[in-house]
C-alpha cells in the first residue's frame, strides 16, 4: 500500500519528502555494509571494551597508550599485535578464549583512556556483543539441568531468560558481550559464545 492509500490528505511535496526519506536510509544502509566490508579487510573484527567509539573513530581517537588495559582489574583487556594491520597496538577483549569483561561497578577502563576512544558511560550500557547459545550442545536445551549462565549474568533476566522448560535464551537487546556466561558453560566445547558487535 502506497503512503497515498494510507494517507490521501499528503500532497505530492509529503510524498517526494517521504520518498527520500526512505532512499537516504537504504543509502546509509549500503554506506555502512561497504564500510564493514572494508573494515573487514584491513584489521580483524574484534571486541571493544565498555564504551568503545564505533571502530573508525575508534582507530582514530585511541592512541595506543595501554591505559584501559592497565585499568583493568580482570585483566581482560588485550592489545592487538602486528598483524591485525591499522588496529595493532588497540585494546580488545577475547571473552570466548582469554577472559570475561566482569562489568565492574566503576568501570575503570573507561575513565583510564585519555582520548575518549571509551566514552564514560553505564557500564551496563555498553555493548561489546552478543551472547549466542549453541542449542545442539546445550545441556539444558538437551534435556538435562543447568543453569549457570543464567546465575552468572549480572544483567540476570534482561540479558539471559530461562523458560518453563529450564533452557536459557539470550535477549540481545539487555546482552552486553561481557562473557561470563562462557566462562561458567561446562560444556566441551562451550555452549554459548559471544559474538563482537558490529563495527558501524
Not at 3 to 18: G, H, T
Not at 120 to 144: F, N, S, Y
Not at 151 to 166: H, M, N, Q, R, Y
Request: with cysteine.
Amino acid at each position: 500500500m502506497s503512503d497515498r492509500d494510507d494517507n490521501p490528505s499528503l500532497s505530492r511535496k509529503e510524498l517526494l519528502r517521504a520518498g527520500a526519506f526512505r532512499a537516504k536510509q537504504g543509502g546509509a544502509y549500503v554506506a555502512e555494509l561497504a564500510l564493514e566490508r572494508l573494515l573487514d579487510r584491513v584489521t580483524p573484527h574484534v571486541q571493544r571494551p565498555p564504551g568503545a567509539l564505533p571502530e573508525i573513530e575508534f582507530l582514530v581517537a585511541c592512541t595506543r597508550c595501554g591505559e584501559c588495559s592497565t585499568a583493568c582489574p580482570p585483566g581482560a583487556i588485550l592489545t592487538l599485535d602486528h598483524r591485525a594491520g591499522a588496529a595493532s597496538g588497540t585494546p580488545f577483549l577475547d571473552v570466548n578464549r582469554h577472559r570475561p569483561c566482569v562489568l565492574c561497578t566503576d568501570a575503570p577502563c573507561m575513565p583510564a583512556c585519555p582520548t575518549g576512544a571509551l566514552q564514560v558511560i553505564p557500564v551496563h550500557d555498553a555493548v561489546m556483543g552478543t551472547a549466542k547459545v549453541a542449542r545442539d550442545q546445550c545441556t539444558a536445551w538437551l534435556g538435562e539441568s543447568c543453569v549457570r549462565c543464567s546465575i552468572v549474568c549480572p544483567l540476570k533476566s534482561a540479558a539471559i531468560v530461562v523458560d518453563t522448560e529450564g533452557r536459557p535464551w539470550v535477549d540481545p537487546r539487555g546482552c552486553t558481550g561481557c562473557g561470563l556466561c562462557v566462562a561458567v558453560c561446562p560444556t566441551t566445547p562451550k555452549s554459548i559464545e559471544v559474538e563482537a558487535a558490529p563495527r558501524v
